[in-house]
């Protein structure tokens, strides 16, 4: 099963950007989420959104050392493959 991360970077400067990409699996999923934030903020937090409804559920929001929130990202097995599998 393939999982997709949705990766938004706040940027109130020039707006903010999307990434996404595609891995194997969660751990690697998430570990690539941290390293993008952590090219923003050497210290990051990672908090879960609340509540967590089903719409956004398993999303996490990164907060840099100073508590400024740097964007956030959510990593979900694709649709594609529960259809197909």
């Known amino acids: 099963m393939k999982i997709i991360l949705i ?3 706040f940027n109130m400067q020039s707006g903010s950007e999307v990434i ?3 891995f194997d699996d969660v751990e ?5 989420a941290l390293r993008t934030f952590q ?4 210290e ?3 908090r879960g959104l ?6 956004i559920a398993g999303t996490v929001i ?3 050392d100073d508590g400024a929130e740097l964007g956030m990202y959510s990593c ?5 493959d529960r259809r197909n599998g």
């Open 50 to 55: 609340e509540p967590a409804g089903a719409t």
């Open 7 to 9: 990766l938004v970077l």
């Open 44 to 46: 990051v937090e990672m």
């Open 20 to 22: 996404t990409a595609e």
């Open 62 to 64: 990164a907060h840099g």
């Open 76 to 80: 979900n097995p694709s649709r594609s």
């Open 28 to 32: 690697a999923c998430e570990l690539a």
């Open 39 to 42: 090219g923003v903020s050497a």
